[in-house]
């Protein structure tokens, strides 16, 4: 496993930019996956966006495409959320996830690492 920090969570307006990060350590980052999950108020835990250990391929939930974008650093061990356009429903804790096997890549189960998550919260 590799071990997730993520960072870069806060309190922003509806309309305004947020950058996530996710930084990972203890195992060779550039051979897992990534993704980005969130979980709103009690609600279950949902994809948002995955990349590629390449950074070749990214996917996106339709409520973030157009809006987010999804892009890793692998010589610095770091993914990145950019986050425009935020929305109050985009009011969520932010887990970065990896894995470095198959599976869909939509299940929160297809993840073995885990980041503790960060707090966004936008205000209409």
């Known amino acids: 496993q590799v071990q997730l920090v993520e960072s870069g969570g806060g309190l922003v307006q509806a309309g305004g930019s947020l950058r996530l990060s996710c930084a990972a350590s203890g195992r060779t980052f550039s051979y897992y996956a990534m993704a980005w999950f969130r979980q709103p108020p009690g609600k279950d835990r949902e994809f948002v966006a995955a990349?590629?250990?390449?950074?070749?391929?990214?996917y996106y939930a339709d409520s973030v495409k157009r809006r987010f974008t999804l892009s890793r650093d692998n010589a610095k061990n770091t993914g990145f959320l950019q986050m425009n356009s935020l929305k109050p429903e985009d009011t969520a804790v932010y887990y970065c996830?990896?894995?470095?096997?198959?599976?869909?890549?939509?299940?929160?189960?297809?993840?073995?690492?885990w980041g503790q998550g960060t707090q966004v919260t936008v205000s209409a």
């Open positions: 990349i590629a250990w390449s950074g070749g391929y990214s």
């Open positions: 996830a990896a894995r470095r096997g198959g599976g869909n890549m939509y299940l929160v189960t297809s993840y073995d690492s």
